[in-house]
């Protein structure tokens, strides 16, 4: 069974352009989780969604916005990208909600604001 | 703010040494789970519990989740240097079954 794959890997943008991130789920998974990793902050969550809802939102600006297509796979947007938003961006997919079960995280996208 | 502690940060022990890393929740979990990633990768899922009060091995590694189910610890049985990495929880604080929110992290260096 392929693993859950992001796209692209590495991403260079400047302040104030725009950005959109890809995350295909592992077959059958239904729910796809993103989350931002820096060393200050950690791993935050982004948002969730299940079945093409999104489920939950942590604590970003409306500049981060996300989707989730009918087969399940799912893009963010960042808009007007600032430095501070210069981070490594991981989905993980899994079968029930975040909450509930094992995540299977993928490679992750490095998005780097200059 | 952070509502998901884990300490310490960061630990380096020497191989064949134990080790162990705490997790305290500022409210009450339905579950916790916990992940490993190592330096340059991704998280890897290593075990859910979900009972009060449970424990739970895998080989070396011990899980146990607090009576209150506010705090969790991962215990390492003499390292490897295999072990190296960050370890981290998470947990739903809102009871949706979503939202997971990860702890800081501790990170374990391991040498011979």
């Known amino acids: 069974k392929a693993g859950v794959t992001q796209t692209p890997r590495y991403l260079i943008k400047t302040r104030g352009q725009q950005v959109t991130l890809s995350c295909s789920p592992i077959s059958g998974h239904r729910s796809v989780s993103w989350y931002q990793q820096t060393p200050g902050q950690g791993l935050q969550f982004l948002f969730e969604y299940f079945s093409e809802t999104q489920r939950n939102k942590g604590n970003f600006p409306g500049r981060f916005s996300g989707r989730q297509f009918s087969n399940s796979r799912s893009e963010m947007n960042v808009s007007t990208l600032e430095l501070g938003d210069s981070a490594l961006y991981l989905c993980a997919s899994s079968l029930v909600l975040a909450g509930g079960g094992e995540q299977f995280f993928g490679p992750g996208t490095r998005l780097t604001v200059l | 703010g952070q509502q998901v502690m884990q300490i310490p940060q960061y630990q380096h022990v020497q191989e064949g040494e134990d080790f162990t890393t705490y997790c305290n929740s500022s409210t009450t979990l339905s579950n916790i789970q916990w992940y490993k990633q190592r330096p340059g990768g991704h998280p890897v899922f290593l075990i859910q519990?979900?009972?009060?009060?449970e424990v739970k091995k895998q080989k070396r590694l011990t899980f146990q989740f607090g009576e209150a189910k506010k705090n969790s610890s991962l215990h390492i049985t003499a390292t490897q240097t295999t072990d190296v990495g960050t370890y981290f929880c998470a947990g739903d604080l809102t009871g949706t079954a979503s939202k997971l929110t990860f702890g800081t992290g501790t990170r374990l260096q391991v040498t011979l």
């Open positions: 519990l979900v009972k009060s009060g």
